[in-house]
């Protein structure tokens, strides 16, 4: 089977092109949101192959796997058939339902009453990642389903030799509320954290958090943050409104208990047992300290995380879904 599929989410197109499938990933010459092709930071499998944008229309192509509303355009515009009628289609949908900003000149939605923007259509299934994601969308006509994360395994790497928490946000300061970024002075003044992702350097000082407080790790390839990470006591998930972090999965599978609001999808994915969710954030200030300072709760605390992540997102059960999700889609 060959798919055409963008360069989206990394740690989510890792898993997926670890599939028998040949992925078709379009890359142009600037390496812009719509031609990544392969990353640089993840280690993908030969049978991801880059194409160009100009070749697809030449390309034998049996499902497109769209991320992204524009997608539905450039789908047919650079392969000549238009997704969902003249090539099978589906629809990944990796985020939460926003609000209507209201300067938008726009009336304002409800959360749960959002609307899809394939609501009206019937030929192409939407797959949620999170069955929060399938509750909260408005998908009408659409056909859904639920492919739960499935993550490549990292293994059992926790040393957690440094009394400090790990975060991972990228673009911080952009995201805002939604990711919590306005807790972390808060979190920091009770344990040390270590914030990696993209553009996270100079947060610190956007957020009047003391140097000492709040460490930066921008922009790290995978393996070398799992290092990181696998070195800190306790992982912190301070996200309001997303999907389910991918990084929190992998903190699990690291062996790092975890301190999490409890918003989304993260009140299913962490078990009692592997840490403490809570929408009081000096509760999760004080839990993240008080792990930091007990390597062996912490610890205990951690292969239980792994255990539970390792049997309900690993990489076998995810791509067994996702096998028979675009076999049933092309037949």
Same mark, same amino acid.
């Given at each position: 089977m060959?798919?055409?599929?963008?360069?989206?989410?990394?740690s989510?197109?890792?898993?997926? !092109?670890?599939?028998?499938?040949t992925t078709l990933?379009?890359a142009?010459?600037?390496?812009?949101?719509d031609g990544?092709?392969?990353?640089d930071?993840?280690?993908?499998?030969?049978r #991801?192959?880059?194409? &160009?944008?100009g070749?697809l229309?030449?390309?034998d192509v049996?499902?497109v796997?769209?991320?992204?509303?524009?997608?539905?355009?450039l789908a047919e515009?650079?392969?000549?058939?238009?997704?969902g009628?003249?090539?099978? &289609?589906? +629809?990944?949908?990796?985020d939460?339902?926003?609000?209507t900003?209201s300067d938008?000149?726009?009336?304002?939605?409800?959360v749960?009453?959002?609307?899809?923007?394939?609501?009206? =259509?019937?030929?192409i299934p939407v797959?949620h990642?999170t069955?929060f994601?399938?509750l909260?969308?408005?998908?009408g006509r659409?056909?859904?389903?639920?492919?739960?994360?499935?993550?490549?395994d990292p293994? +059992?790497?926790?040393?957690a030799d440094?009394p400090? @928490?790990?975060? !991972?946000?990228?673009?911080?300061i952009?995201r805002?509320r939604?990711?919590?970024?306005?807790?972390?002075?808060e979190l @920091?003044s @009770?344990?040390?954290?270590?914030l990696?992702?993209?553009?996270? @350097?100079?947060?610190p000082g956007r957020?009047?958090?003391?140097?000492e407080?709040?460490w930066?790790?921008?922009d790290?390839p995978?393996?070398r943050?799992?290092?990181?990470?696998a070195? =800190?006591r306790? +992982?912190?998930?301070?996200?309001?409104?997303?999907?389910l972090?991918?990084?929190?999965i992998e903190?699990?599978?690291?062996?790092?208990?975890?301190?999490?609001?409890?918003?989304?999808e #993260?009140?299913? #994915?962490?078990p009692?047992?592997?840490?403490?969710?809570?929408?009081r954030?000096?509760?999760?200030?004080e839990t993240?300290?008080?792990l930091a300072?007990?390597?062996?709760? #912490?610890?205990q605390?951690?292969?239980?995380?792994?255990?539970? &992540?390792v049997?309900? +997102?690993?990489?076998?059960?995810?791509?067994?879904?996702? =096998?028979?999700?675009?076999q049933? !889609?092309?037949?």
């Amino acid at each position: 089977m060959r798919v055409l599929m963008w360069h989206v989410h990394g740690s989510w197109a890792t898993s997926f !092109v670890h599939g028998p499938q040949t992925t078709l990933v379009p890359a142009t010459p600037d390496r812009g949101p719509d031609g990544r092709g392969r990353p640089d930071t993840f280690t993908w499998p030969d049978r #991801a192959v880059e194409v &160009a944008p100009g070749r697809l229309r030449d390309e034998d192509v049996d499902v497109v796997v769209l991320q992204r509303p524009h997608e539905l355009r450039l789908a047919e515009e650079w392969l000549g058939r238009r997704p969902g009628r003249d090539v099978p &289609a589906v +629809y990944v949908e990796h985020d939460t339902p926003r609000r209507t900003p209201s300067d938008a000149g726009l009336p304002e939605e409800v959360v749960p009453d959002s609307r899809h923007l394939l609501h009206d =259509r019937s030929d192409i299934p939407v797959v949620h990642v999170t069955h929060f994601n399938r509750l909260f969308w408005n998908c009408g006509r659409a056909p859904t389903t639920v492919i739960e994360h499935g993550v490549v395994d990292p293994g +059992y790497r926790c040393t957690a030799d440094m009394p400090r @928490a790990g975060v !991972v946000i990228n673009d911080p300061i952009r995201r805002g509320r939604v990711a919590g970024t306005d807790l972390l002075a808060e979190l @920091a003044s @009770a344990v040390p954290l270590d914030l990696f992702g993209m553009n996270v @350097a100079g947060v610190p000082g956007r957020l009047g958090i003391p140097p000492e407080s709040l460490w930066t790790f921008e922009d790290l390839p995978q393996a070398r943050m799992h290092e990181e990470l696998a070195r =800190r006591r306790v +992982y912190v998930h301070p996200y309001r409104w997303t999907s389910l972090g991918l990084a929190l999965i992998e903190a699990m599978m690291l062996g790092l208990p975890v301190v999490a609001l409890a918003t989304t999808e #993260a009140v299913e #994915a962490v078990p009692p047992e592997a840490g403490v969710l809570s929408t009081r954030v000096a509760a999760l200030a004080e839990t993240a300290r008080a792990l930091a300072a007990d390597p062996p709760r #912490a610890r205990q605390m951690g292969k239980e995380a792994r255990a539970h &992540a390792v049997d309900r +997102y690993g990489l076998p059960r995810f791509l067994r879904d996702w =096998r028979r999700t675009l076999q049933e !889609v092309t037949r």
